[in-house]
């Protein structure tokens, strides 16, 4: 079945910069698109970023296109969100996620069960 | 982008009881509406796609209705395994957004 295991997560200094990871398994990888999604600790759910299922074309939340970049390696079946200039508004729990669908993007049927990421002096 | 309201922001309600949760889009989405079930601690659990479609293996007493802007989300008979809070989610347009999330206790 499908598997998503996300990891990277800890805590960081305000300034400084991280790779999430996502690895899929259980499924044709190449065939979907893929998501990150974030809970700050407490609050409700925040769309961050999309990838095409060949990593033709990548899209993102308002609030994560200036210091997030998402990409993705077929050949390892991994998805990645890179994150520079940590903010403690960062802070949150970052799952990774697979669309069913090619279009329109957005179904999200498969969820990892996320990574702490803790942005803090 | 489209705004995604969602009400009540809590509910209670006892064992056997019948659950409405609403969630209301600030424009037309036709019916690209998912809800999704979280309990503490866990990810998100996707439920119901495209406003009434009920994913495989979801319990019947979750159903979901509604097009345009305005969606339910109904459990018929409220068990104690339903404890969770429920979000909607459009799919519509990019960015995807959510509604506030709605948490349902038992009395």
């Known amino acids: 079945q499908v598997q998503l295991v996300e990891s990277g997560g800890g805590v960081f200094q305000p300034g400084g910069s991280l790779r999430l990871s996502c690895a899929a398994s259980?499924?044709?990888?190449?065939?979907?698109?893929m998501h990150w999604v974030r809970q700050a600790p407490g609050k409700g759910l925040e769309w961050v970023a999309f990838i095409r299922y060949d990593g033709s074309n990548s899209y993102y939340a308002d609030s994560a296109k200036a210091r997030f970049s998402i990409s993705r390696d077929n050949s390892k079946n991994t998805v990645s969100l890179q994150i520079y200039g940590l903010r403690p508004e960062d802070t949150a729990v970052y799952y990774c996620a697979k669309d069913r669908l090619a279009a329109p993007p957005g179904l999200l049927d498969s969820w990892g069960p996320g990574t702490l990421l803790t942005v803090s002096s | 982008e489209i705004q995604m309201t969602q009400s009540p922001s809590s509910v209670s309600a006892s064992v056997g009881d019948r659950v409405t949760i609403t969630c209301q889009a600030s424009?037309?989405?036709?019916?690209?509406l998912i809800w999704y079930q979280q309990k503490p601690g866990k990810a998100p659990k996707f439920l119901i796609y495209d406003a009434s479609n009920l994913e495989t293996g979801v319990p019947s007493r979750f159903s979901g209705s509604g097009s345009g802007t305005d969606f339910t989300l109904t459990i018929s008979s409220l068990q104690p395994e339903d404890i969770a809070t429920y979000y909607c989610?459009?799919?519509?347009?990019?960015?995807?957004?959510f509604g506030g999330g709605t948490k349902v206790e038992i009395k």
């Open positions: 259980g499924f044709i990888f190449s065939n979907y698109g």
């Open positions: 989610q459009q799919y519509d347009n990019l960015p995807l957004t």
């Open positions: 424009q037309d989405i036709t019916n690209y």
